[in-house]
């Protein structure tokens, strides 16, 4: 989970800025801060928190070689605009890992003398993201509002199992055309 963020500017000052450029950097810097500040953002070094054990455990060795950002499933990479640049230079890719938002969980069970560990890992996708008044159904796209992939894994042992739900707003109306 992303406890805390730091701001690292690309200029050591502003003063080549006039004075309508500072204002929006001041505003920017301010929008900026607030995401950031957004709690359920989560990262990993070792695990692909942007695709489910089933799309993970079924792709190929090629898939998984290839560094997280390249091979991330975009419906879910929060901060994939920012790490665009990232993906053009071979050296410093590996360092670009993708954030999702979300929830993520993780425990050990004890049943039966059977240690199991479980985790939850719900997925917020990027588009259409918002309120649920102010941000519902379908696109012409087909991406829905508020659309939610929730992961349940289960693991014992070196044996896994997962259960995916989605979670999107859609409205959904009948009309009867039997009366015309």
């Not at 957004?38 to 089933?54: G, P, R």
């Not at 975009?74 to 920012?82: A, D, G, I």
């Not at 991406?143 to 707003?169: G, M, R």
Request: proline share 3%; net charge neutral.
């Amino acid at each position: 989970k992303v406890k805390t963020t730091e701001i690292i500017p690309y200029a050591r000052n502003t003063s080549h800025l006039n004075e309508y450029q500072l204002k929006y950097n001041e505003k920017y810097l301010s929008m900026l801060a607030v995401v950031l500040r957004t709690e359920s953002f989560y990262f990993s070094y070792t695990y692909d928190l942007t695709h489910t054990l089933q799309r993970l455990q079924t792709s190929s060795p090629d898939f998984h070689s290839t560094p997280f950002i390249e091979r991330a499933d975009e419906r879910f990479v929060w901060n994939r605009y920012l790490l665009r640049q990232f993906s053009n230079n071979p050296s410093i890719i590996r360092f670009a890992l993708p954030l999702i938002h979300g929830f993520i969980a993780i425990g050990k069970l004890d049943i039966n003398e059977n240690s199991f560990t479980y985790g939850v890992i719900s997925r917020r996708s990027t588009y259409r993201a918002g309120t649920r008044l102010f941000i519902r159904g379908i696109d012409n796209d087909g991406k829905v509002a508020n659309f939610v992939e929730t992961e349940q894994i289960l693991q014992l042992d070196d044996v896994a199992c997962s259960y995916v739900q989605n979670y999107a707003d859609l409205n959904f109306e009948v009309q009867d055309n039997s009366i015309v």
